[in-house]
């Protein structure tokens, strides 16, 4: 299994980080992507995906796009050169917290959506609440190889994700039984081979887990846990399911194939 999404530059894998990427291991997770959301959390995204054999990707999220200046473009450029950087973003909107003012976040998209064409780059995108104009600036400028990650919306925005040709990132969003409901219907509507898997660590804990981690702090050994939640939504085998996934990401993000003589590649159990 590959998780595509685990925020693992923030303070609460500070003390543990070792274990947390050795316990993923173990869970059959045998590489993770590590999310950059700011140009300084990229940099050490970059040197976690270093440190441990593992991706990252470069961008800046919305909430944080009024923080961006005439620096960040081009330190994003320089990121995106690094061999272990995989992707541009996470960018997009959000227009649910709204920490950034829309004029912003609609600037800052539009220039990482160009900067991934330029450098020919996927895209890691966050789209909350911000559907439809989400969807017209993707199509706008013509984003071919992009994933919506954590998608959490509904019927119309998921197909119109899907008829731009995006790959769609579930969460254990899905495990939540308030407000992940329908994602169990709308998983089975996602072709096969545009489904990522992600936990978003440390964030969005699956609610369902018995016991509850310590602090609910989620970590990308949880990512079976999903695993099988989409699985028994979708009338899906688990291993098969599994495969499918982690080959998605491989292409996706363009990673080496298992068995490949690149240092970078852990063997990819199942
Ligand atoms: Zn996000």
Known sequence: MIDVGANLTHAAFRDDLPGVVARARAAGVGTIVVTGTTVAESRQAAAVADRFELYSTAGVHPHHAKECDSMTLAALRDLARHPRVVAIGECGLDFNRNYSPHPDQEKWFVAQIELALSVDKPLFLHSRDAHPRF????????VK????????GERDELHAYLDLGLYIGITGWIC????GRHLLELVKEIPR???????DSPYLTPRDMRPQ?????NEPAFLPHILGAVARASARPLEELAAETARNARVFFGLHEPGSSAAAQRPLAA
Do not use: Y
């Open 213 to 217: 981690p310590r602090a609910r702090r």
């Open 176 to 179: 939540d039984e308030r407000r």
């Open 193 to 199: 081979e545009r489904l990522l898997l992600e936990t």
């Open 135 to 142: 969807a017209q600036i993707v199509k706008h400028h013509g």
């Open 145 to 152: 190889n992009a994933v919506a990650h954590c998608f959490t």
